[in-house]
C-alpha cells in the first residue's frame, strides 16, 4: 500500500510519499508549476513509478472551519485526479497549519531561510501524510 499526499498551491506541489506499510510518510519532490497538463504528467509518473493506491490532497480549510478559494482549488484538483487515475482512490485531508507545522520543524533543523524556501511545499506534504497516517491507525 503506498499512499502519496499533495500540498497544493498555486506556484508548486509539494509531494511526500508513505512507506509500503503505511506507517511513516518522507517528503519525495516539490512540482513547480508551469501547467495543468505537465502537472498531471509529472503526477502521472510518479503514480506509476510508486504504485501509488491513494492520493491524500490537504484542503487548506479557514479556521474557522470553512472552505475559501484556495480549498476549492484544491476540491476541483481532486475531481480532475480522480478522473485521471480512476483505480487510485482520491481523499482529501484538513491542512489546517500544517506549513506552519513544517515551518516549526526546518526551523527547529536550523536550516536557512534559502534552503526552508526549497523545501517548505514538501515537509507541509509530510505533515498533512503523517497526520493522515496516523489517523489510520488509531
Known sequence: ????????????????????????????????????????????????EYTVDSIIIGLPKNMNGSLGERAQKSIDLAKILEERFQSVTVKLWDERLSTVAAEKVLISADLRREKRKKIIDMMAAVVILQNYLDSTKN
Do not use: F
Open 1 to 48: 500500500m503506498r499512499i502519496i499526499s499533495l500540498d497544493v498551491g498555486d506556484k508548486t506541489i509539494g509531494i511526500a510519499m508513505s512507506d509500503l506499510t503505511g506507517t511513516l510518510a518522507t517528503g519525495l519532490t516539490t512540482i513547480r508549476r508551469t501547467s495543468l497538463e505537465k502537472d498531471l504528467d509529472t503526477l502521472t509518473k510518479i503514480v506509476d
